[in-house]
């Protein structure tokens, strides 16, 4: 496996939010991580990129336990993209993307020719080039997106880790995104997991998903296999209709309504 983790207990103070959470990731596979709000998801990807310790369980990349494995070792393996990330005020698109091989050098300061090229062709790949010589604090949301999947692909991760890298993307940018991804998995033999809350893009795009629900898994395999009705309704408490899109041969997700709860909420 490309990444494992088994049996993932994880908590906030006494809040326990992952009770048990098993997930294997093949090499080549694209995998999404789907789920309601606050369901455990960035916590679960905080746990796989060893960014947040575990009460219970482990994560294994590529079969070696994460816990004792050098940070250098993870960054030459592992990029992430993050959900909401910081950025500096006063860096250049060049030195963000620039950031994503300072993980990876045995000088630290010096930049090697593989560096630059990986810098350029990420900035290639991801069609950001015109951005280069612009304060990352100064761009739209959606561009600034596209600039920290630039990092992560000037990594030259073997596995891609995003956090919903959709979220402020056009219907353009997203295929772009999307598409790119699921090129570098056939092309490059990369290996991508991602949390995203469009059921349609993920139906789209991975080859397999996993639901989690109030901390656990509520279903996984094929999206044939996950995203059935039922499972839509124990897990977003929606009513929903789930057909075949024939121009995309994917399944189609089109939500109805909220279930109607016996509760006084409204
Ligand atoms: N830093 C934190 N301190 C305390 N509780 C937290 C913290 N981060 C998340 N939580 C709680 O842990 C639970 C899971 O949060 P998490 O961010 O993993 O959800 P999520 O599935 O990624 O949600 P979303 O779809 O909204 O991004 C939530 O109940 C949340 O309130
Ligand atoms: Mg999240």
Known sequence: MMLRAIGIRASYRDNVVLHGVDLDVAPGEFVGIIGSNGTGKTTLLKVLTGVKPTLDGTVELEGRNMRGLPRREIAAIMAVVPQSSFVPPLFTVEDVVSIGRYARRE?????SPADRAAIEKAFVLTDTVRFRDRLISELSGGERQEVLIARAIAQEPKILILDEPTANLDVRHQMKILGLVRRLIGE????????IHDLNLAARFCSRLVLLHE????????????????????AYGV??????????????????????????ES
């Open 107 to 111: 000088h630290r300061f010096q930049e």
């Open 239 to 264: 009513t929903s209709s789930v057909e075949r899109n024939a121009v995309l041969d994917a399944l189609q997700v089109t939500v109805i309504d909220c279930l109607q709860k016996n509760t006084k």
């Open 188 to 195: 490059k033999g990369l290996t991508a997991l991602m949390v």
């Open 215 to 234: 901390g656990t898994v509520l279903a996984k395999g094929t999206p044939e296999d996950v995203l059935t009705k039922q499972n839509l309704e124990l």
